[in-house]
């Protein structure tokens, strides 16, 4: 069956420009989650939306950041006015529900570059 | 918040050795403890998982214990093979309980492992 998808799998933007990441979760995972991941790092939580619950924003470094989700399906993570230091790798996760703690499947990742 | 530390950062073993990854971590509540492992370019994949009531979990090569009074949990890989050369990440979380961050996976930093032939 189809896992988690990304795209693009890889974005360069200047500095400044806002930049639109997409994830499609599997069919029927309530639950989605964004990571960022920067070079030989660890994975950082960002967001995560649980069905048609307020989403824990918790995570987002900063204002630039925000995210949306349209029911159950697809995902954007959104950063305005990127800067060098937003340079990343983005992952998405999805899981059948949050609460009990279900696994999380990964997708491939955006590997952002800001110049 | 939670925090979870990882050690070895890189690993080296020759094929067949044995190869044993430690995390330790901080919230008590934590109850749910995967583990995985990214390949060069690609997103992490989940190789095994243990939930706070159970010690021990074993899938053919792979296991993980966890010790909750101790508040760590471990790697073990047998017999390891060329193709398990990759980075692997622990992380912990915990389910819901009124709470938020529900599912939140906090994760180790990682470790390079590398089997040589």
């Known amino acids: 069956g189809a896992g988690v998808s990304q795209s693009p799998s890889n974005k360069v933007t200047e500095k400044g420009k806002d930049v639109e990441l997409r994830c499609d979760p599997i069919?029927?995972?309530?639950?989605l989650y964004w990571y960022r991941q920067r070079l030989g790092q660890g994975l950082e939580f960002l967001i995560y939306?649980?069905?048609?619950?307020?989403?824990?924003k918790s995570g987002l470094p900063s204002d630039r950041f925000s995210a949306e989700r349209t029911g159950e399906s697809v995902s954007t993570l959104t950063i305005q006015r990127t800067q060098q230091e937003d340079s990343a790798v983005y992952l998405c996760?999805?899981?059948?529900?949050?609460?009990?703690?279900?696994?999380?499947?990964f997708g491939d990742g955006t590997r952002l570059s800001i110049l | 918040g939670e925090n979870v530390e990882q050690h070895p950062s890189t690993l080296s073993v020759q094929e067949g050795d044995s190869a044993v990854i430690k995390c330790t971590y901080s919230?008590?509540?934590?109850?749910?403890f995967p583990w995985y492992k990214q390949e060069l370019g690609k997103g992490p994949q989940l190789i095994i998982d243990?939930?706070?009531?159970?010690g021990e979990k074993k899938d053919q090569r792979i296991a993980v214990t966890l010790n909750k009074t101790a508040k760590h949990f471990s790697l073990h890989i047998t017999e390891t093979q060329p193709e398990d050369s990759a980075v692997y990440f622990c992380?912990?979380?915990?389910?819901?309980?009124?709470?938020?961050?529900?599912?939140?996976?906090?994760f180790g930093q990682g470790t390079i492992l590398t089997v040589h032939p």
């Open positions: 996760a999805s899981s059948l529900n949050a609460l009990s703690n279900q696994p999380q499947h």
């Open positions: 069919s029927g995972h309530t639950a």
């Open positions: 919230d008590s509540a934590s109850n749910y």
């Open positions: 243990i939930r706070s009531n159970v």
């Open positions: 992380a912990a979380s915990r389910s819901g309980d009124g709470g938020t961050s529900y599912g939140k996976l906090t």
């Open positions: 939306f649980q069905g048609n619950s307020a989403p824990d």
